[in-house]
C-alpha cells in the first residue's frame, strides 16, 4: 500500500515509519512543517497535499493528530485519511469537515469519541496509543546515566506555565475588555476544580452566557467551531490546563519533602519544593532511560484529557518501569490496577504508595515486568496499525 505521511515532529514518528515499512508498505512524505497550529484548511496548502496524492499513486493518508487541509485533500481526490489523534482537546478536530467521509479518526481518549458519538459524528473511533518495544528494549543505561537520570521518583512533562500560556492570553483578552466578572468566575471554577479529584465537572458550568464570553474576545472561535459552536467542552481546555499547572506542582512539591524527586520539564529555572530540576529529554532519545532508571515514574495526566492513557504511561510500561499515575478510566480497559500499573486517589496516597513500593522493591518489579509483557504483546504499533488499517480495508493483513 502506498501511504503517504503527512510529516512533522510527532511523537512516536520514527517508530511509525519503521512499522509501516516493517508491514510492507511503501512510505511517501508531505511536510506539514509550519502547518502544524492552523485551524482551518488553506487551500493552497490542499492543493499541494492533492498533488502528492495524484503523483504518487497514494491509497492512503496518515498523520499523528489531525489537520482539516489533509482531510479537504483527501475529499476530494476521493483518499482514505487515517488520522490519530493523541492530544486532548485537539482543537483542529472540531471544524465542519470532521465528518468528512474520508475521515478515518481514532483517539486515544475513550470519552472524547464518546462525546462526539453522542453529537452523531461517525467518522471518530477509540484506540489507545502504542510503542515500539523492540527499540526501547536496546536502550542500555550506563552508571552515569543512573546517577544523573534515574531517582526514586520522577516525573517527565509539563507544568503547562510557560510564558503566554493559555490561561494567562484568556486573562489578559478580559482583563482589555473590563470583563473582569468573567474572569473572576473562570477563576473560581478553577479553584473549585483544583480541589476535586477524579471528576471533571467543568464543561457543566460552562454556561451559554460564559461561552459568549470567551467568544467575544476569541471572535475566529465562532467562524471555525461552526459544527460545535455552543459545544462547552470545547472552551474548558484552557481551565484545565490551569488546574493541572496548580495540581502537579503541588503534588511534587509535596512529594518532594518525603523522596527523592527528578522532574525533566521545559522550565528548567521551576522552584518546586525540594525537587531536582532538570531540563528537557526528548521522548525518543532520553526519556526511556529516565522510565528505565527511575523506581517510580509519575504520570500527572492533563486535566482535559478525562479518560485516555497518555504517551508518557506507554512508553514507561514499554520500559519497563513503574507506573504510579492519576485514575484514568481508559487504564481499565486495557490493564489491571495494581497489577501492570498502581494508581493513586489524593495527594496523601500518593505519598503513602510512593513509600510502600519504595520499600517493596519485589512487588514494585513485579507489576513493571508485567505491564510491559502486556503493552509488548497487545500495544505496539505493529499490532495497532494493522487493527486501524482492516477497519478501512477490510480483510487487510
Known amino acids: ?22 508491514l510492507g508498505h511503501e512510505v511517501f512524505f508531505h511536510s506539514l512543517k509550519g502547518h502544524e497550529l492552523t485551524l482551518q484548511f488553506e487551500l493552497d496548502f490542499t ?3 492533492k498533488k ?10 496518515f498523520s499523528m493528530n489531525y489537520y482539516p487541509s489533509v482531510s479537504e485533500a483527501c475529499k476530494e481526490t476521493g483518499t482514505p485519511y487515517l488520522s490519530w489523534v493523541y492530544d486532548n482537546p485537539f482543537i483542529q478536530l472540531y471544524g465542519i469537515n470532521i465528518i468528512n467521509d474520508c475521515n478515518h479518526i481514532y483517539t486515544f481518549n475513550s470519552y472524547t469519541y464518546k462525546h462526539l458519538k453522542k453529537q452523531h459524528v461517525t467518522t471518530v473511533s477509540y484506540a489507545p496509543l502504542a510503542t515500539n518495544t523492540e527499540r526501547l528494549n536496546r536502550f542500555y543505561l550506563s552508571r552515569n546515566d543512573r546517577m544523573t537520570l534515574g531517582s526514586d521518583v520522577s516525573f517527565v512533562g509539563s507544568f503547562y506555565n510557560e510564558k503566554d500560556n493559555y490561561y494567562d492570553d484568556l486573562a489578559k483578552r478580559l482583563k482589555e475588555k473590563d470583563m473582569y466578572k468573567v474572569l473572576g ?34 471572535p475566529y472561535y465562532k467562524t471555525y467551531f461552526t459544527y460545535f459552536a455552543d459545544d462547552p467542552y470545547i472552551y474548558a481546555w484552557v481551565i484545565g490546563k490551569k488546574v493541572t499547572e496548580l495540581e502537579s506542582l503541588k503534588m511534587l512539591e509535596s512529594l518532594s519533602n518525603h523522596f527523592q524527586v527528578k522532574v525533566f520539564t521545559q522550565d528548567e529555572n521551576a522552584v518546586v519544593g525540594n525537587c531536582e530540576i532538570n531540563g528537557v529529554v ?12 527511575s523506581k517510580i515514574n509519575l504520570n500527572i495526566t492533563l486535566r482535559t484529557i478525562e479518560t485516555g ?42 505519598i503513602e ?22 503493552v509488548a504483546s497487545d500495544h505496539t504499533y505493529i499490532k495497532r496499525i494493522p487493527e486501524m488499517l482492516n477497519a478501512i480495508f477490510p480483510g487487510h493483513k
Not at 500500500?1 to 516493517?22: E, S, T
Not at 504508595?353 to 502486556?374: V, W
Open 185 to 218: 468566575y473562570v477563576d473560581a471554577l478553577i479553584d473549585t476544580q483544583y480541589k476535586i479529584y477524579g471528576i471533571n465537572f467543568v464543561p457543566g458550568c460552562m454556561n451559554k452566557t460564559l461561552i459568549e464570553n470567551i467568544i467575544e474576545v476569541y
Open 353 to 374: 504508595k510512593c513509600r510502600f513500593y519504595l520499600n517493596h522493591d519485589t512487588e514494585r518489579k513485579k507489576i513493571a515486568k508485567h505491564a510491559y509483557e502486556r
Open 309 to 350: 492513557i497518555p504517551f508518557r504511561a506507554i512508553e514507561i510500561m514499554g520500559c519497563a518501569g513503574f507506573v504510579l499515575t492519576n485514575y484514568q478510566e481508559d487504564f481499565l480497559l486495557h490493564f489491571e490496577p495494581d497489577k501492570d500499573f498502581v494508581f493513586y486517589e489524593s495527594e496523601e496516597d500518593l
Open 1 to 22: 500500500m502506498n501511504i503517504l505521511f503527512m510529516d512533522w515532529l510527532c511523537f512516536g514518528r520514527d517508530d511509525l515509519l519503521d512499522a509501516f515499512k516493517q
Open 47 to 49: 492543493e499541494d497535499i
Open 282 to 293: 526528548h521522548y525518543h532519545h532520553r526519556a526511556p532511560k529516565v522510565y528505565k532508571g
Open 52 to 61: 502528492t496524492i495524484k503523483g504518487s499513486m497514494i491509497d492512503l493518508a
